[in-house]
């Protein structure tokens, strides 16, 4: 029984309906404290949650760089000036390879972590390692590419649909690029610091990242690579 | 005789600000956009005098109240009732809520009727034909190439009065505005796209017009005469420009047109290439050259024409 | 070598940028040594250069953006004189230099001067607010401030090597393409706003995880004061709308290094894609500015009248509401460009539609006052004037949102007159408002009065002088950017304007009259309760200036205006809550990652603008190092002993024991 005489969950109720909010004093410095709800509770969250959080706000504005990128593709990509069309630089085959390489090291990425949650150097190390190295297998592919179409004559400089493909794709490839610096980064520090709580909140961050351009690759590859090619499925 | 002498104070107190709103108003009329000549800029017009005086019916009780309400409220009136607890009342939030929804939604529907009624598009209905007028905005003058009449001018716009005239606009350098104020409605001219726009002139008339988009370094100078003559003036103004002696608009006087140039004055051709705004607007006819890029004598700043032309 | 770097860079052919540059040279040089002298390199590099305390990094953000809208103005008095002076004139400023001059005024003046204001007013207010110690990450702040005042850097080093963009302050292509503009203007214009977006996004992401993670104790979503509300969604736009900017500027620096064809003119280019782009970015970012202004006047108008702000649900679901609609009606910019009148239709009615939020804002203050005791104090005549200006401001931008009407005053002086009706009106006043409001918070003592109200009269009238004959010229059909006018009808008004600007000066002038006056007289302005304004909020819990560590024992929350509660309850029992159990607290320690990456991102920068090459390299690889060398530090926090934090809230408590005597003394007469 509470102090008013009434029993606890009838107070709890008539609480809520008075005060849905749980605003507290409604007038100033009477009534009993009301716990606030939510991160009220508590008060503030954990580092590792808050690194995690900061991390995926700032994925969400590179994702909205990527779509402006895509948007820009999708304005261009008639826009060929009488150039070459998207069906005539796409190669199909060499994309697949790209996007299993990549795929794959999302999987070996998340096997790393698991190995960091089990605290096993070794794993982490080897599992980070093979991630890196189908990361570049994947950014020289892309290259490989690039230079193919560059030799034919086939530049970003050509027309605006160019322009627009190889930004996007490039982009992306930048993106990778830069994740595979960071990830020699964390490898080395891993091995220099072990796991230490800041160095597990990168490898988190870095592990949402490399996902991250997983998913955007995705995107890349369905709508220009894929909604791109001819029937055939062959490049010209 | 207290009430009278407040009352005359008040007069005078309120005539001046009044005087001055009204000659600020009469001020804003003659000449320019709130003196329109022709149907589109009357239209334009008086939807922006309704919607402004639809929201001051709603703004000015709402400052005078703000004021009221800080001065009723001010911490030396002590006659003034303290609520320091008062923070919400769902009959003042809806009332609130409701002025602002209704407003807008009035003015919601002056939008919608109001775009397709002067959209720049659509083409205004009338018993005379539409007279056909081609815009070329270059650095930094006015093209205007009357393709039925085989003529063209720069800098200088001439219209018969109470006909509809069908402007085909486009740039052949970087972003211009088309814009007579007192015709109404402006539209973009940009390169490699035209651009449509019907204006029309319901009397004879002086005008100006000019570029509504920052173009460059001459842009200050890119004002072109406009004159709306009657049907018969037109017709000889026409005839005048095919018999007298200036130049002809082919590829050449063209090539030279494209150069920078500013506070060119106006001039005509008695003929001019069918093809031509065709072939300006979808860019066969590459875009007229920028400034000069820049030397090593100018290390990164770019030369300009500027007031040397 | 020097890519295109020479020595004929520098306008020594151009007297006013010549004199200017030598005027400020000389300023920086005498400030540089003025320090040295007095050996204040230790104090400033361990106190603020290196700092990562959010209050710190709040007072530098906002004495940058002063500083730069000192510039923008000086700009200004510039382009009004010029418009007047050349009327069937050339004027003192040729073409080529008006056009820096109008595009430089817009872009310190919006990127520079009022978001790095804005910015320092949430880094400081946010954490205090919400009863915690710092931002969610404190050295990415620092990382942040420093880039904002790269980009600075590098605009204002344009006036002496080199020039500035003369496009407007959105450089629309074709006009900023290489082919149309070859100098370097532009590439200044993209590295420093590029580089300078950075930084904000890494304070939006801040303040962002800031406000829904870091919050004390019995802080829920709607206890919180509604400048956090604000606060959160000005970075909510900032972290979309900001990566648009990015992506932009992206596409315009490839296009004009690599010949990418983008916006160009031919080949495929599309310029209209950038004025779409541009503006899905630039009119968030309006919003961006005036939300936090609107929650700067939420805190001022409650605190004034001496009762809580009126209808708080409902200025929650406003702010929120804004914040959504404000990312839809982006074309509103370019109604002019022919999208036809399906989509000009929709894009004015989403425009509107923004006016209910506002205009819900707007009485929810009036009323806070009904039923209050209004205090007179400077705040709250910058708060009365807002709500004069920016009302019309708001009704000549619901006025543009009408295409019919926008098809006649769009690019006019009606449309300059309007924006800046609004954006001095709410977010310069609410910048002027707020400075007075918690100027004795961070500094410890507060603004002489008397020149505080002199500099908000001259400010309000001469706003109206100089700004009202622009909406009469807008309607007789002038443009704007105009270097020289060739009606002299305009004469008058352009003449009634230039009026306004000298009573603008004379309000800058009493402006910073009112900072050396105080500076001078701050033992008698002292503070020492820290609460001066009887405040509602947790910040006036604090001492003035606050500890670094803001509180010696994080609040428990109970209610909505928190210190307010606590205040009420002292009041009651007349004594204040026991003194807590005191324990070491831990707080992060100082770094100069940030300098160091600004300074090597600078030289990144300009290497880039004068294609050196090899410089630019070396700069990135070096700011990229110092970036490693930074993540390898083993210390990232320090711990502050439990005696310390007893002693530091010892005293805050004998101020407090003060002022809880005052207040009673004040409810028993009343």
Not at chain 3, 420 to 439: E, K, S
Not at chain 3, 635 to 659: I, K, Y
Request: proline share 6%.
């Amino acid at each position: 029984m509470t102090d008013s005489g009434l029993p606890a969950s009838v107070a709890a109720i008539r609480r809520v309906q008075q005060d849905p909010n749980r605003l507290g004093q409604r007038r100033h410095g009477s009534t009993e404290p009301v716990e606030g709800v939510g991160l009220g509770t508590t008060g503030p969250a954990t580092k590792r949650i808050i690194v995690g959080y900061g991390f995926w706000i700032f994925l969400l504005s590179d994702i909205v760089v990527f779509s402006c990128f895509f948007a820009a593709f999708a304005v261009q990509r008639g826009a060929t000036a009488g150039g070459p069309t998207l069906e005539q630089i796409v190669d199909i085959r060499r994309v697949a390879f790209e996007t299993a390489a990549l795929l794959l090291s999302s999987y070996t990425c998340m096997l790393s972590f698991a190995a960091t949650n089990a605290r096993s150097r070794l794993w982490t190390q080897i599992f980070l390692l093979v991630t890196g190295v189908l990361g570049l297998v994947f950014v020289l592919l892309e290259v490989q590419e690039f230079a193919e179409l560059a030799g034919r004559g086939i530049t970003p400089q050509r027309s605006g649909m160019l322009t627009s493909f190889f930004g996007l794709v490039g982009l992306h490839g930048v993106h990778v690029t830069i994740g595979g610096m960071w990830l020699a980064t964390m490898m080395a520090q891993v091995q220099v610091k072990g796991f230490r709580r800041e160095i597990v909140h990168r490898l988190i961050c870095f592990n949402l990242f490399w996902h991250a351009l997983d998913i955007v690759w995705i995107g890349i590859f369905t709508i220009v690579y894929l909604m791109g090619s001819n029937s055939t499925g062959s490049g010209a | 005789m207290g009430l009278h002498v407040l009352k005359s104070t008040l007069f005078r107190a309120c005539r001046s600000p009044i005087l001055s709103l009204l000659s600020f108003g009469l001020a804003s009329c003659s000449g320019g956009v709130l003196d329109p000549l022709g149907r589109v800029g009357a239209d334009d017009a008086s939807i922006l005098i309704d919607a402004t005086v639809v929201m001051l019916a709603i703004v000015i009780p709402t400052i005078l109240l703000a004021f009221w309400m800080a001065w009723h409220y001010r911490a030396s009136n002590g006659k003034a009732e303290y609520l320091p607890y008062w923070s919400y009342s769902g009959r003042i939030e809806a009332v609130v809520w409701w002025i602002p929804i209704l407003t807008i939604m009035f003015i919601g529907g002056v939008i919608w009727i109001g775009s397709y009624k002067v959209d720049p598009f659509r083409p205004l209905p009338s018993r005379t034909p539409p007279l056909e007028v081609q815009v070329v905005a270059l650095d930094w003058k006015w093209l205007f190439i009357y393709p039925r009449q085989g003529i063209a001018s720069v800098n200088q716009l001439v219209v018969p009065a109470s006909t509809p005239v069908h402007f085909s606009i486009t740039s052949a350098s970087v972003f211009n505005a088309f814009f007579v104020p007192r015709l109404g409605s402006m539209i973009y001219a940009m390169p490699g796209m035209v651009s449509q726009l019907y204006l029309e002139a319901d009397h004879p008339a002086r005008l100006w017009g000019t570029s509504a988009q920052f173009s460059g370094d001459g842009f200050s100078d890119m004002q072109f005469q406009v004159r709306s003559v009657p049907e018969a003036d037109f017709q000889a103004w026409v005839a005048s420009v095919r018999g007298g002696g200036s130049p002809s608009l082919d590829r050449a006087t063209y090539a030279e047109l494209m150069h920078p140039s500013q506070r060119v004055p106006p001039t005509t051709y008695h003929a001019v290439d069918a093809q031509l705004f065709q072939d300006v607007a979808s860019q066969k006819i590459p875009p007229a050259p920028g400034p000069e890029p820049e030397g090593p004598q100018h290390a990164g700043r770019e030369v300009s024409t500027g007031g040397r032309d | 070598m020097f890519g295109k770097l020479n020595l004929s860079a520098i306008p020594l052919g151009q007297p006013i940028p010549l004199i200017t540059s030598l005027v400020v040279i000389l300023i920086v040089l005498g400030v540089l040594t003025l320090i040295t002298v007095k050996k204040w390199w230790p104090y400033l590099w361990r106190e603020w250069i290196t700092s990562v305390d959010h209050k710190r990094i709040g007072v530098m953000y906002s004495a940058l953006g002063v500083l730069m809208l000192l510039r923008g103005f000086a700009d200004a008095i510039m382009m009004r004189t010029q418009q007047a002076a050349a009327i069937n004139a050339m004027g003192y400023l040729p073409p080529e230099h008006y056009d820096q001059i109008f595009t430089a005024h817009g872009t310190i003046m919006i990127l520079f001067g009022a978001m790095p204001l804005v910015l320092g007013f949430m880094n400081f207010l946010v954490p205090l607010q919400l009863g915690v110690r710092d931002v969610a990450f404190p050295t990415f702040n620092s990382v942040g401030f420093w880039l904002s005042a790269s980009g600075a850097l590098l605009v204002n080093v344009s006036l002496f090597v080199g020039e500035f963009a003369r496009t407007g302050w959105l450089p629309y292509p074709p006009l900023s393409e290489t082919a149309y503009t070859p100098g370097v203007g532009v590439d200044y214009y993209l590295w420093a706003v590029q580089i300078s977006g950075i930084g904000t996004l890494i304070a939006g992401i801040n303040i962002v995880t800031t406000v829904l993670k870091l919050r004390c104790r019995g802080m829920s979503y709607m206890r919180m004061p509604v400048f956090c509300w604000t606060a959160l969604c000005a970075c909510l736009l900032i972290v979309a709308a900001f990566p648009v900017l990015t992506a932009t500027l992206a596409m315009l620096t490839l296009d004009r290094y690599l010949g990418f064809h983008y916006f160009t003119n031919t080949a495929g280019g599309n310029p209209m894609m950038f004025v779409n782009l541009v503006w899905a970015w630039g009119h968030p970012e309006v919003y961006i500015l005036v939300l936090p202004a609107f929650g700067i006047f939420s805190e001022i108008f409650p605190t004034f009248s001496g009762k809580p702000l009126f209808g708080y649900r409902s200025m929650v679901v406003a702010t929120l509401f804004i914040c959504i609609v404000s990312m839809t009606v982006w074309l509103h910019h370019f109604f002019t460009m022919g999208a036809g009148a399906a989509v000009n239709t929709f894009f004015g009615i989403s425009s509107s539609i923004i006016a209910v939020g506002t205009g819900v804002k707007i009485y929810n203050w009036i009323f806070t006052m009904y039923g209050g005791r209004v205090r007179f104090e400077v705040p709250m005549l910058w708060s009365m004037g807002f709500i004069f200006t920016f009302i019309i401001g708001g009704l000549t931008g619901v006025l543009l949102a009408v295409p019919p009407a926008d098809f006649l005053t769009h690019n006019s002086m009606f449309l300059v007159a309007h924006f800046h009706n609004v954006i001095i009106g709410a977010v310069v006043f609410a910048i002027f408002a707020g400075m007075d409001y918690w100027f004795p918070k961070a500094f410890g003592f507060r603004l002489h009065k008397g020149w505080g109200i002199a500099a908000f009269w001259f400010a309000f009238i001469g706003f109206w002088v100089t700004f009202a004959p622009l909406y009469v010229l807008g309607l007789l059909g002038m443009t704007r950017r105009l270097q020289h006018i060739n009606f002299p009808e305009w004469r008058p008004w352009l003449y009634a304007s230039v009026v306004g600007v000298a009573i603008l000066i004379l309000g800058v002038i009493s402006q910073v009259v009112q900072f050396v006056v105080s500076i001078r007289d701050r033992e008698k302005l002292r503070d020492v309760t820290g609460d001066p304004w009887d405040g509602r909020s947790l910040e006036w819990a604090t001492p003035s200036p606050p500890p670094f560590f803001n509180f010696a024992v994080m609040p428990n929350v109970e209610g909505e205006e928190a210190y307010w509660g606590i205040k009420q309850r002292a009041v009651e029992t007349q004594q204040l809550s026991p003194e807590p159990q005191y324990e070491p607290i831990e707080m992060p320690v100082n770094s100069g990652v940030g300098f160091y990456t600004a300074f090597f991102t600078s030289v990144f920068g300009f290497a880039m603008i004068w294609h050196i090459w090899w410089l630019a390299i070396l700069a990135f690889a070096a700011a990229f190092a110092g970036f490693v060398f930074f993540a390898w530090r083993d210390v990232h926090e320090f711990e502050v002993p439990a005696e310390e934090v007893a002693r530091v809230d010892r005293a805050r408590r004998a101020a407090r024991e003060a002022l809880l005597e005052r207040l009673s003394q004040q409810g028993a007469m009343s």
